[in-house]
């Protein structure tokens, strides 16, 4: 029997930020965090999961290279290895993120919080960037993030923008929406383009409907967050993208983090900035 997956509490999604990115670690491999890591460990960057069988990395690899803004590649395993070194001391990715997603011939199966018993000597981890990492320099230029303050999940969406295939891996974007005031939305555009490795600047702003997004009250992944009057909604390319291509390509067996619960890294997000 595998780990599942409990039920998120209110009192679980409760935190000040606070904290290292080790500790972050720690907690999700005790079982002792099973919810979003959006706030936690400000100051490292976070990144998104991709675990898949090594004759299918070729072409999950040419298809990062082929999205960069969805699937900015920050680090990558040998086979049979759960370890990524160049992120952090004592990463497993078996056990370090909050929540995973298991599928099976492309299809959601399971859900876990630890996948040390589904691991084989064929796999290969993809870590891709994360928005999480870049909210830091959001707040400390005093833009709110509404999520962060409700300790919720953000908001993520399907939209109709195609991505570019690679082997059999292809499938619609998807992305995270935040709403700001203009004068925050303006700012937010500039901080977030200095960070490229966690998905850069946004790809829209204003009319979801433009990007296939017929309802924001109603998310694909996380949860609901309120656009109030005067407020316009900045969407950004997610790592979740990867999500919709793996059920796609229909891979054996493939495991990926849960939306929103990511693996906290030992990278200051300072030093991912390009300006």
Known sequence: ??????????????????????????????????????????????????????RFALDFLTYCQRNPKPCPLVGLSEAGDPALPTLGRDIDVRSDLPAYRVFRDGELVERRTNI??????????????????????????????????????VSMYRTSIATQPAGPFGGDLVVSMRPFATAHAIRAIQLTSRFPSSHGAPVHFGDP????????????????????????????????????AIRNAGVDLCITHEPGCMLVTDLPNAGTAVL
């Open 1 to 54: 029997m595998g780990h599942g997956l409990p039920k998120t509490e209110a009192a679980e999604r409760a935190h000040d930020g606070a904290g290292d990115a080790a500790a972050v670690r720690r907690d999700a491999r005790a079982g002792r965090l099973t919810s979003t890591t959006a706030g936690r460990a400000l100051g490292f960057a976070q990144a998104n999961l991709v675990i898949l069988p090594q």
């Open 116 to 153: 040390a018993e589904l691991w084989r000597e064929d796999f290969v981890a993809f870590a891709l960037g994360c928005s999480f990492s870049w909210e830091e320099a959001l707040l400390d230029e005093g833009i709110p993030l509404r999520h962060v303050a409700r300790a919720a999940n």
């Open 209 to 244: 409907r433009q990007i296939g997004i017929a309802d924001l009250a109603q998310p694909d992944y996380g949860d609901p967050t309120d656009v109030e009057a005067g407020e316009v909604p900045v969407f950004w390319a997610c790592g979740v993208t990867p999500q919709v």
